[in-house]
């Protein structure tokens, strides 16, 4: 994940999204990561810090070409939660931050009955 600065042991990272354009008024902090699964080909399930699930689909940025990566299968399954549940990192170019994830992700009332191929949780 991009690395800005370190500073007295305070690490500063850019995440993808992780900014709304400035005409967007943010009024509360998205929660954080707790786990994240794939449940499809480009489909993610992301369970938040207040119970909450949602689903996210990466289809709409594999147009941009650091994402491109992405559109292999077994790659896209290799993820981890940065650590605090800040977003998931495939790599250090590629990540997408809780914010992208909990803005534009689609609501699940329950993560039953849905497939699982990946798990990755935050310890």
Do not use: C
């Not at 990272?13 to 943010?26: A, M, S, V």
């Not at 480009?42 to 990466?58: A, H, P």
């Amino acid at each position: 994940m991009p690395e800005v600065t370190r500073f007295y042991g305070t690490t500063i990272k850019i995440f993808f999204g992780d900014h709304p354009p400035p005409t967007e008024i943010l009024i509360m902090k998205p929660p954080k990561i707790i786990s994240a699964q794939v449940i499809g080909d480009r489909t993610l399930l992301i369970e938040f810090s207040q119970n909450e699930f949602k689903k996210y689909d990466v289809s709409n940025l594999l147009n941009k070409q650091m994402f491109a990566p992405l559109q292999n299968a077994s790659f896209f399954k290799n993820f981890r939660i940065d650590s605090g549940g800040y977003g998931l990192v495939w790599n250090e170019d590629i990540d997408i931050s809780e914010y992208e994830l909990w803005k534009n992700g689609v609501s699940v009332k329950d993560k039953e009955g849905l497939p699982v191929s990946s798990v990755a949780k935050i310890f």
